[in-house]
């Protein structure tokens, strides 16, 4: 039997996502606590990979088990997991549903703070330079990169893929209600390695002065790197939605 699980975490105490041989990740994490309450080896396979860091406030898995879950099975979970990481969610699907080859969008967020907030330091870049950002040119950098589907310019190196191409749904920055930061939204059918952090680094170059619009223009067209190139820090950005065909899922 194959399940999905909806589930949550804090990557702060983690080196990411997938399993790595000296540092604890969050699916090594997961699949211990599932040996616990399912007193048998459970693999799991998730949606996507962050990395070390980065955080999820949605983030699908699947597992397959012989026999059906007890009732209590996602009580008994929460109780294993570390406070850092929540199951919400259970789903019997498919024994071909895959939860990331399935996935038809996944949408992410990077939190910009203006001010110095201690319990933020985690899940915010404190950007205290942020005075000095022209806004209006880092609106026009997001927008720039709807009218491409290529993104060679926002993959780190030595990243092994088929296609740099990308669907992009969504691309913007949001000043947070309160003025105290900003927010970048992104959405597509799939994303590159590194490729959001880069992104948000680009439009701080763009907004601090360093870096021309026609620049990044220039490189997309050629489909080149940036010479003056920044991975934005990695605990401001967050997994916010994946979408599934089956609406029950994402």
Same mark, same amino acid.
């Given at each position: 039997?194959?399940?999905?699980?909806?589930?949550?975490?804090?990557?702060?105490?983690?080196?990411?996502?997938?399993?790595?041989?000296?540092?604890?990740?969050?699916?090594?994490?997961?699949?211990?606590?599932?040996?616990?309450?399912?007193?048998?080896?459970?693999?799991?396979?998730?949606?996507?990979?962050?990395?070390?860091?980065?955080?999820?406030?949605?983030?699908?898995?699947?597992?397959?088990? $012989?026999?059906?879950?007890?009732?209590?099975?996602?009580?008994?979970?929460?109780?294993?997991?570390?406070?850092?990481?929540?199951?919400? %969610?259970? #789903?019997?699907?498919?024994?071909?549903?895959?939860?990331?080859?399935?996935?038809?969008?996944?949408?992410?967020?990077?939190?910009?703070?203006?001010?110095?907030?201690?319990?933020?330091?985690?899940?915010?870049?404190?950007?205290?330079?942020?005075?000095?950002?022209?806004?209006?040119?880092?609106?026009?950098?997001?927008?720039?990169?709807?009218?491409?589907?290529?993104?060679?310019?926002?993959?780190?190196?030595?990243?092994?893929? #088929?296609?740099? %191409?990308?669907?992009?749904?969504?691309?913007?920055?949001?000043?947070?209600?309160?003025?105290?930061?900003?927010?970048?939204?992104?959405?597509?059918?799939?994303?590159?390695?590194?490729?959001?952090?880069?992104?948000?680094?680009?439009?701080?170059?763009?907004?601090?002065?360093?870096?021309?619009?026609?620049?990044?223009?220039?490189?997309?067209?050629?489909?080149?790197?940036?010479? #003056?190139?920044?991975?934005? $820090?990695?605990?401001?950005?967050?997994?916010?939605?994946?979408?599934?065909?089956?609406?029950?899922?994402?």
């Amino acid at each position: 039997m194959r399940y999905f699980i909806e589930l949550s975490y804090d990557g702060t105490n983690y080196c990411g996502w997938q399993v790595q041989p000296h540092d604890m990740s969050v699916q090594q994490k997961i699949e211990e606590s599932l040996a616990t309450v399912l007193r048998i080896k459970t693999p799991v396979v998730g949606c996507g990979r962050t990395d070390s860091g980065v955080h999820a406030s949605q983030y699908f898995l699947h597992f397959d088990h $012989p026999t059906p879950v007890p009732d209590n099975f996602l009580s008994r979970m929460n109780k294993v997991l570390p406070t850092d990481i929540a199951f919400y %969610n259970l #789903k019997e699907v498919d024994d071909e549903a895959h939860t990331r080859f399935d996935a038809t969008q996944r949408a992410y967020q990077y939190h910009l703070g203006f001010r110095k907030d201690p319990f933020r330091q985690q899940t915010s870049y404190y950007f205290p330079q942020w005075n000095k950002l022209d806004i209006d040119k880092m609106h026009k950098a997001a927008a720039l990169l709807l009218e491409y589907s290529a993104f060679y310019t926002f993959c780190k190196s030595n990243t092994e893929v #088929k296609t740099m %191409n990308c669907t992009l749904m969504d691309s913007r920055w949001v000043m947070d209600e309160d003025g105290q930061g900003m927010t970048y939204h992104v959405a597509a059918n799939r994303f590159l390695r590194g490729m959001v952090r880069l992104i948000v680094g680009m439009c701080l170059n763009v907004g601090m002065g360093k870096l021309k619009l026609d620049t990044v223009r220039q490189a997309l067209d050629k489909q080149e790197r940036l010479t #003056k190139s920044l991975s934005a $820090p990695p605990h401001g950005l967050f997994l916010t939605k994946v979408a599934y065909p089956d609406d029950d899922l994402g």
